[in-house]
């Protein structure tokens, strides 16, 4: 199990930091070969759950049925991910935006079979913008403890570039959206 922690400072209101760094299917166009799938309706809140999809050979609709563990928590299988993929599914435990000048926090747990363990992102405001902490606590099972520095290296190469994306990148306009429906 590893521990790493990531932060950056934007100049991106508190508010729009957060919008940007909780939206879900915006990470999984930052992450290669990732999919993001929602199990329960939006908008996200304490008890939403949602699933991150990694691999390659993805086959049938993508979907995967919602289960309990041995502990009763929410647990996706991956009957169609194929050979070389896994599913991520991840539940919000703690939702709190940002609020006039107070900070913002959401903690995720992670309660797959093969990735566990949880993830905080902290918006905090600062100035005319805003100071984001993402700090994760990661297991993968079948990597021995001995590798830990290593995940940890290449977790905070891989999603210190996620949220370098998503904090960089333009939000969608009401015409993007509009094209978007003509296409």
Same mark, same amino acid.
């Given at each position: 199990m ?5 932060s ?5 209101? #508190?508010?729009?930091a957060w919008?940007r ?12 070969? $990732?999919?993001?799938?929602?199990? $329960? ?5 304490v008890g939403?759950v949602?699933? #991150? ?15 309990r ?15 070389f ?7 919000v ?8 000048g ?12 093969v990735? $566990?363990?949880?993830?905080e ?38 999603f ?6 998503l ?14 429906a003509?296409?």
């Amino acid at each position: 199990m590893t521990v790493f922690r990531i932060s950056r400072a934007v100049t991106l209101p #508190a508010d729009e930091a957060w919008l940007r760094v909780t939206d879900w299917r915006g990470h999984a166009a930052q992450v290669p070969l $990732t999919t993001v799938s929602s199990v $329960t309706p939006s908008p996200t809140r304490v008890g939403t759950v949602f699933v #991150a999809r990694s691999g390659i050979g993805r086959s049938g609709s993508g979907r995967s049925r919602l289960g309990r563990s041995r502990r009763g928590r929410p647990e996706l299988g991956r009957p169609e991910l194929g050979r070389f993929g896994f599913d991520d599914p991840m539940e919000v435990v703690h939702w709190q935006p940002p609020d006039g000048g107070a900070p913002g926090l959401c903690r995720l747990e992670k309660r797959g079979r093969v990735i $566990t363990g949880w993830a905080e992102i902290e918006v905090l405001p600062e100035g005319p913008g805003a100071v984001v902490v993402w700090v994760e606590e990661l297991h993968i099972r079948l990597v021995p403890r001995l590798l830990d520095p290593l995940v940890a290296r290449v977790a905070r190469l891989v999603f210190g570039r996620a949220l370098d994306g998503l904090l960089n990148r333009p939000r969608p306009t009401a015409m993007d959206a509009a094209g978007a429906a003509d296409n």
